[in-house]
């Protein structure tokens, strides 16, 4: 089983919609959640970055974890074309080196 | 732009043949990622350094190591190269423990 598991999609959506992005974790211990964006040919970018449970909003972005089901969000709001990226969730134990990503989702956002 | 620099962008080589990539962390980050992506795997862990040492070992093959200098940019080398090394190859800094990674655009390795 891995560590992060995340639905690889692809996802597609219609221009302005509320996109929800999912992912799991069987590893308790991890305290810190990222979420990444990586467009074609290009590196993951950092988007959210959290600790422990709880909502963190950045702009149209908001990131969810609710470490009790061990369950990641990411929604987008208002999604926009230049939204159409993978996007990547991560876990991290505290005090450990090793960023453990997800598969990633492959999101397309149609105008 | 994330601030950390990969060289090159591409390489294409044969089997059994090495390879050096270096990456410049960002300013003032100690502490340098590499990551390997490849379409089935997704982005797997290799190696750390911080300042200059060895910090956490992933799923790095023997074929493979790295060092980071005292200037503190790194050089991932592979040798005895096999076709199924071909892969994206990602240098990640962080300045602190628990901080989020910033990724360069990595080095697109295709072995033929």
Not at chain 2, 71 to 80: A, F, K, P, T, Y
Not at chain 2, 98 to 106: D, E, K, R, T
């Amino acid at each position: 089983q891995k560590e992060v598991e995340q639905d690889p999609g692809p996802l597609s959506v219609p221009e302005g919609a509320i996109v929800s992005l999912n992912c799991t974790y069987s590893n308790s211990a991890f305290q810190y959640f990222m979420w990444y964006r990586q467009y074609s040919r290009k590196g993951p970018e950092l988007l959210m970055y959290t600790y422990s449970s709880g909502n963190k909003e950045d702009g149209r972005f908001t990131a969810q974890v609710d470490k009790s089901s061990k369950y990641i969000s990411l929604f987008i709001r208002d999604s926009q074309p230049s939204d159409s990226a993978t996007y990547l969730c991560a876990g991290l134990i505290q005090g450990a080196q090793k960023l453990v990503f997800g598969q990633g989702t492959r999101l397309t956002i149609n105008p | 732009d994330s601030g950390v620099t990969q060289t090159p962008k591409h390489l294409i080589t044969a089997t059994g043949q090495r390879v050096t990539l270096r990456c410049s962390p960002r300013s003032g980050d100690l502490s340098v990622y590499w990551y390997q992506q490849s379409l089935d795997q997704g982005l797997q862990f290799l190696i750390q350094y911080y300042n200059g040492e060895e910090r956490a070992k992933g799923n790095i093959l023997e074929r493979f190591s790295a060092q980071q200098f005292p200037d503190l940019h790194s050089e991932l080398n592979l040798s005895s190269l096999e076709l199924g090394d071909s892969a994206l190859y990602f240098c990640a800094s962080s300045p602190r423990d628990n901080s989020p990674l910033h990724f360069g655009n990595g080095t697109r390795l295709t072995v033929t």
